[in-house]
């Protein structure tokens, strides 16, 4: 309830107490000349008197009359109004008026009516003829004869429901005000214009080490108050003096700070109260914001710290308005810029840039307000007219409402990373270029190579059948030498040019099932009776070249085969998952490879046993194709015991 619904109360009681007095005045006067007419004319045997008739009509509250059992015998208009009753048709007796609850206490004033004569100021519930319950006030006096005896009962009744309710909806507000007040986290000292305390709360009491309950604080003198709790403040003279001061002055001050010597940190505030021009006391509410104080003070130090770090940070940053206009730069931003601050603020950024008049930032920051945060590159143009890239990263900036209030972008200057990647792709089309023009180099050379090989192997082959009868041994054993060369120099060519073939093939990777390319391979392998082959687990699908792939497992294959030196040869396959790889690896038990040529063997033209069927590229390839699935291939060996061969495939 407000100050002002409070004043409107208390001026209507203030009210009702003044009708009571008339009420009790007119009731006193009213008396005396019932009872000066009844001295003549015995008011109840001579009802139609004309001078108490005028008397009973002229009075503007109910007014009631009743014998001595309780029967009404007169209701003026405003009673018939008040109670509903036409007691010239229904006779009523107040027995029936009584709210049931009430009872009892009317019963004994009505007893107090008839041992002194009249009882003042009676309030108790009713009932109507609707059953609608009613606050009354009722003054009442006994009437009598010339005997003095008394016959009969008068009262004035106002009706004081709507002030009854309204006085108790005060009592309610201010009974939730002081609870209110007492359990505030603030503290609180309502003192009036006499600095006796009219309130206070428990916090109160706590903050200044106040040994006892806030009810007991009532009707205090605070004068000396300051004085006993200046002890407790850092500066006690200054505590003593503000509160003086502001005393003195009588205005509203809000927001003093109060340093205790506990540590503590208050702030204090002090509201007068003035009613119709009057000084009627003061409020002063303590709150401890230590905590706000110390988080405040932490806060100012972290943006002290950040700031320092974004205005010497080598990325540029820039805060923006929704309009793109610049609000805030660093340092690193100047200096990439080529502008000053003073040329900066207030202009915007996408004209002021942009090489396409703003039209990509205007996209970005319509983003920003959608709450979008990303990266983009953008082409620009500094101060000095120079042509540079920036990579933008944007994000949207928020007020305290969460409303998007611009932008804040962090600009990385990319100019010369773009040279590099634009010299880089140049590179790598010189590359390609190379690359294109070897592989038909090596297939030129490999095609004029064989070609001479062939035709020597031809000569060869007819010189041994045309003097096959004058030859000798020796000589039939050269020519024999000779074409083992050429074979193995036949085979060497077409192995370099499988190795340069590698990376040059282009097809797409596709869906490859290991389990039935290996099956495959078993079945058009040579594998001699005497060596086992084993697959372990159940070889998976992987994406790659076929081909390649095929070329991978039948060269490791081939190679256990072929350096196997047991009676009973054994090949293990088996595989692993690990993650986004497969681990594949093949076993033998065969002649082994020491730890020496373990790098070695992936090397080109490398062969630990020399023989006209091996050109030592094979595990070159193998290890070129594994890498190219972006794998990886590597051997555990022991010499006598066999090889392990170990490479990886990703999913």
Same mark, same amino acid.
Request: glycine share 6%.
């Given at each position: 309830m407000s100050q002002d619904q409070i004043d409107i109360l208390k001026r209507a009681l203030e009210r009702e107490k003044q009708a009571r007095k008339a009420a009790e005045k007119i009731l006193e006067e009213k008396s005396r000349e019932l009872y000066q007419t009844s001295q003549k004319l015995e008011l109840l045997l001579d009802e139609k008197s004309s001078q108490l008739q005028g008397v009973f009509e002229n009075i503007v509250d109910a007014y009631v009359v009743m014998d001595l059992n309780g029967d009404v015998l007169k209701f003026n208009e405003a009673a018939a109004r008040l109670?509903?009753?036409?007691?010239?048709?229904?006779?009523?007796?107040?027995?029936?008026?009584?709210?049931?609850?009430?009872? #009892?206490?009317?019963?004994?004033?009505?007893m107090e009516l008839q041992s002194k004569g009249f009882f003042k100021d009676y309030e108790a519930r009713v009932y109507t003829k609707s059953g609608e319950v009613k606050w009354v006030h009722i003054n009442a006096s006994i009437v009598y004869n010339r005997d003095k005896t008394p016959i009969a009962a008068q009262g004035i009744v106002r009706d004081i429901t709507e002030q009854k309710i309204a006085a108790e909806s005060l009592l309610r507000s201010e009974s939730r005000l002081a609870s209110l007040i007492v359990n505030l986290d603030s503290a609180v000292l309502l003192e009036d214009e006499n600095r006796k305390i009219v309130l206070t709360n428990k916090k109160f009491c706590d903050v200044f080490n106040i040994p006892v309950d806030p009810d007991q604080l009532k009707g205090q003198d605070c004068s000396g108050a300051a004085e006993q709790s200046k002890t407790l403040f850092e500066d006690e003279d200054n505590f003593v003096n503000r509160i003086n001061e502001v005393l003195e002055k009588r205005q509203t001050v809000l927001g003093d700070e109060l340093v205790m010597k506990n540590g503590k940190i208050?702030?204090?505030?002090?509201?007068?109260?003035?009613?119709?021009?009057?000084?009627?006391?003061?409020?002063?509410?303590?709150?401890? &914001?230590?905590l706000?104080? /110390?988080?405040?003070?932490?806060?100012?130090? @972290?943006? @002290?710290?950040?700031?320092?770090?974004?205005?010497?940070?080598?990325?540029?940053?820039? #805060?923006?308005?929704?309009?793109? #206009? &610049?609000?805030?730069? /660093?340092?690193?931003?100047?200096?990439?810029?080529?502008?000053?601050?003073?040329?900066? $603020?207030?202009?915007?950024?996408?004209? =002021?840039?942009?090489? +396409?008049?703003?039209?990509?930032?205007?996209?970005? %920051?319509l983003k920003r307000q959608k709450g979008e945060s990303n990266s983009y590159e953008l082409k620009v143009k500094n101060k000095h007219g120079d042509v540079r890239y920036w990579l933008i990263s944007g994000a949207p900036n928020y007020n305290l409402n969460g409303e998007v209030i611009g932008s804040i972008g962090i600009h990385l200057d990319i100019t010369d990373l773009k040279s590099l990647e634009y010299q880089k792709e140049k590179l790598l089309q010189k590359l390609? !270029?190379?690359? +294109?023009?070897? @592989?038909?180099?090596?297939?030129?050379?490999?095609?004029?190579?064989?070609?001479? =090989?062939?035709?020597?192997?031809?000569?060869?082959?007819?010189?041994?059948?045309? %003097?096959?009868?004058?030859?000798?041994a020796a000589s039939l054993q050269n020519l024999d030498l000779i074409q083992t060369t050429l074979e193995k120099m036949e085979q060497l060519i077409s192995d370099v040019l499988n190795y340069s073939s590698v990376s040059a093939d282009n097809s797409e990777n596709a869906e490859v099932d290991i389990e039935s390319l290996v099956a495959d391979l078993l079945k058009i392998l040579y594998i001699p009776e005497h060596i086992n082959?084993?697959?372990?687990?159940?070889?998976?699908?992987?994406?790659?070249?076929?081909? !390649?792939?095929? @070329?991978?497992?039948? %060269?490791?294959?081939? /190679?256990?085969?072929?350096? %196997?030196?047991?009676?009973?040869?054994?090949?293990?396959?088996?595989?692993? +998952? #690990?993650?986004?790889?497969?681990?594949?690896?093949?076993k033998d038990n065969g002649i082994g490879i020491e730890p020496q040529f373990h790098d070695k063997v992936f090397k080109i033209f490398h062969?630990?046993?020399?023989? !006209?069927?091996?050109?030592? $590229?094979?595990?070159?390839?193998?290890?070129? &194709?594994?890498?190219?699935?972006?794998?990886k291939i590597w051997l555990e060996s022991e010499l006598g015991s066999g090889t392990i061969f170990y490479f990886t495939l990703k999913k």
């Open positions: 109670f509903g009753y036409d007691i010239e048709q229904e006779p009523v007796n107040v027995i029936k008026l009584i709210y049931k609850e009430d009872y #009892e206490y009317a019963m004994v004033s009505y208050l702030e204090r505030d002090f509201v007068p109260i003035i009613k119709d021009g009057i000084y009627r006391g003061h409020l002063w509410t303590y709150r401890d &914001i230590t706000q104080k /110390n988080y405040s003070e932490s806060l100012e130090k @972290q943006k @002290q710290k950040y700031s320092s770090i974004i205005a010497n940070m080598n990325l540029g940053l820039v #805060e923006v308005n929704n309009d793109d #206009e &610049i609000l805030m730069v /660093n340092q690193s931003f100047l200096e990439i810029s080529g502008y000053t601050e003073e040329e900066l $603020i207030g202009k915007k950024g996408g004209k =002021l840039f942009s090489i +396409d008049d703003g039209k990509t930032i205007s996209e970005e %920051n390609e !270029k190379s690359n +294109d023009e070897l @592989q038909e180099y090596a297939h030129i050379v490999s095609h004029d190579l064989k070609s001479p =090989l062939r035709s020597i192997d031809a000569l060869v082959s007819w010189l041994r059948e045309d %003097n096959k009868e004058k030859l000798d082959v084993t697959i372990h687990n159940v070889l998976p699908k992987v994406m790659g070249d076929q081909i !390649k792939l095929q @070329q991978v497992f039948q %060269n490791l294959i081939s /190679n256990a085969v072929k350096f %196997n030196d047991k009676d009973n040869g054994l090949i293990e396959i088996d595989v692993a +998952d #690990e993650g986004k790889y497969y681990r594949f690896s093949i062969s630990l046993k020399k023989s !006209k069927d091996s050109s030592g $590229i094979g595990l070159s390839i193998v290890k070129k &194709i594994v890498n190219l699935h972006q794998g």
